[in-house]
């Protein structure tokens, strides 16, 4: 059994070689024995990059001069909705930067989605009133995805110029009181963020019992005042991530393209180290270079069809099976 204590957790961020290795096999083990093999997929619709938001670390915040924005239209986002239905997608997350703008579009297209297609819908458009989490709710929503970023709140200041620790937190709770499946999660390796830190990320999640985990390294875009900054060692991704999964048990980890865009084999090594969750791009190609919430993200020329087989390879080459289900948090 291992040990969980505060201590031990900040020991084990830091672990190397062995004691590594040791951690994501006994993650790996724990995820199999309540996932077996399988591995959920998402379709991420990134609809638009407008937002009105100045994050420090984000390629599309608000500063950025140097983007054309856009937005696809709700017409389209259906007829996207509908392919992806038919590519055998049974969730699909929409995303885009934090506007209201769109917020009545929303609402249709969750009406239209819950009506024609039996899928699960993921909504990640950050910040809103408890009111607008309501009618999405209502409409049909299934889950929400709005990340904490960091639970230091020091740290969580400095990065967010716009924003609230106290209005971020109540937001999730809002989430998790209209019955929304709830996921948030966190950067790690962000500019003066401790070891100390990350394990009390862990134990945030822990405490509140969110559904999902979403964390990835911080990664530069060098249109942000973090350009200059360093990433971190994929190591430190794959530890938080066994300790995620060796803490929380039966949340839904997605295996990120951050991840990948850190290290070539970062999603067969999330698959191996707790994750049991892949995220695929499922933005039309032409957009998503407008999309780069940092630097060399990938799959920014892939058309959808080719973007699905990379996915699938990943997951083979992990040892695992791509299934299309759901993918609900499972009861334990
Ligand atoms: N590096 C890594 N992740 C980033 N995100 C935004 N900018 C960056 C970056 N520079 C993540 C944030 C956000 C999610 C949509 O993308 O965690 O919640």
């Not at 249109?223 to 995620?244: R, S, Y």
């Amino acid at each position: 059994m291992l040990n969980y204590s505060f201590k031990n957790l900040v020991h084990l961020l830091e672990s190397k070689n062995e004691e590594h290795l040791n951690l994501r096999k006994k993650a790996n083990q724990l995820t199999e024995k309540i996932f077996g093999k399988k591995v959920f997929l998402r379709g991420i619709i990134e609809f638009s990059n407008i937002c009105r938001k100045d994050c420090l670390y984000c390629g599309i915040r608000k500063s950025n001069k140097n983007l054309v924005r856009y937005f696809i239209k709700k017409e389209d986002i259906k007829e996207i909705i509908k392919n992806s239905y038919q590519d055998g997608f049974r969730t699909i997350v929409l995303q885009s930067g934090e506007v209201e703008i769109f917020d009545r579009d929303i609402t249709e297209i969750i009406e239209f989605t819950r009506k024609n297609f039996d899928m699960a819908i993921t909504l990640s458009l950050g910040e809103r009133k408890r009111k607008v989490y309501e009618e999405w709710k209502k409409a049909g929503a299934d889950r929400y995805l709005l990340r904490i970023e960091t639970t230091n709140r020091e740290l969580f200041k400095r990065l967010h110029p716009d924003d609230d620790f106290d209005n971020r937190l109540r937001s999730l709770l809002y989430l998790k009181e209209l019955g929304y499946e709830t996921g948030t999660g966190v950067m790690i390796g962000l500019p003066g963020q401790t070891y100390e830190d990350l394990a009390k990320d862990i134990l945030f999640f822990k405490i509140y019992d969110f559904d999902m985990l979403g964390v990835g390294p911080f990664l530069p875009s060098f249109e942000t005042p973090l350009k200059n900054e360093k990433k971190p060692d994929f190591e430190l991704v794959l530890n938080f991530l066994a300790l995620l999964r060796l803490i929380t048990g039966n949340t839904n980890i997605p295996a990120t393209t951050s991840m990948a865009t850190l290290d070539k084999k970062g999603r067969e090594k999330a698959l191996n180290s707790g994750a049991n969750v892949i995220m695929l791009n499922y933005t039309p190609a032409q957009y998503r270079h407008m999309y780069q919430l940092y630097d060399e993200k990938i799959c920014l020329r892939e058309d959808e069809k080719n973007t699905f087989k990379l996915t699938e390879n990943v997951v083979r080459r992990a040892g695992k099976i791509l299934v299309d289900e759901k993918g609900d948090r499972v009861k334990l």
